[in-house]
């Protein structure tokens, strides 16, 4: 059964960062004693209001079983009152801010990883927050917003994104993790080199900025590298862990 399709886990515990309808964020606790540093998880769905954060609690649950507590944030999306550019990063910066503490950690002791637009919007975070996350995780993510845009991957949802019909110039730079400062922190970027929603060259653009980011390249499509029962998860969880497996 493909990880969308599977049930959806609840969370143990449920916080807010926000005031607004989408500031809310599942926990998942580990069932015995914590071994690994928590994670916070930035769900995807090319910054559409349609795509929530259920369909990363499966790997959720799946990361905090392996002794970690784990966070999955909602926040403002495209089709959502101050969703798009900028209200989607803003969120996710008040994530990074809020949640850690939620977590019993500070900001600096966290992961931070992302899946897809996700994984956007987490680099743009880390980049940019007075305290970086310990650890950012890219899966499968969209960091050469320029290449997505000429392809109009999903339908031209970067345009979406911004609001804009024909962005270019300035308006893709500002949003573009490639061309961005790095955020100051450990980075590993994980893609499958058989993703046709968000090519694995989007990976390997943004691996070839430093020597310090770890490319790991998968046999896997766009949804096993957050599928805990694909055979790459374990490579997946030692992303989280600072290595390879």
Do not use: K
Request: with cysteine.
């Amino acid at each position: 059964m493909h990880v969308l399709e599977r049930p959806v886990p609840p969370p143990d515990a449920r916080a807010t960062y926000a005031a607004h309808e989408w500031g809310h964020v599942d926990l998942f606790l580990p069932p015995g004693e914590e071994t690994r540093p928590p994670a916070i998880l930035i769900h995807g769905g090319f910054w559409r209001a349609r795509y929530d954060r259920l369909h990363l609690r499966v790997l959720a649950a799946a990361l905090a079983r392996g002794g970690r507590r784990v966070a999955v944030p909602e926040y403002r999306r495209v089709g959502n009152p101050g969703g798009g550019w900028p209200g989607s990063l803003e969120d996710v910066m008040e994530v990074l801010a809020v949640v850690p503490h939620q977590l019993g950690v500070a900001p600096g002791e966290v992961t931070l990883a992302g899946h897809s637009a996700g994984a956007h919007l987490a680099v743009l975070a880390a980049a940019r927050a007075t305290q970086p996350p310990a650890r950012l995780v890219s899966l499968a993510g969209v960091l050469d917003v320029a290449a997505a845009h000429a392809a109009r991957l999903s339908d031209g949802a970067v345009a979406g994104f911004l609001g804009v019909p024909a962005p270019a110039g300035e308006a893709i730079e500002e949003i573009d993790p490639l061309v961005q400062p790095l955020p100051e922190c450990d980075i590993t970027l994980v893609h499958g080199t058989r993703d046709v929603d968000v090519p694995w060259q989007h990976s390997a653009a943004f691996a070839r900025r430093s020597e310090r980011i770890d490319l790991v390249l998968l046999e896997a499509d766009h949804y096993d590298v957050i599928d805990p029962l694909a055979p790459t998860f374990p490579a997946v969880q030692a992303a989280f862990d600072g290595g390879r497996r």
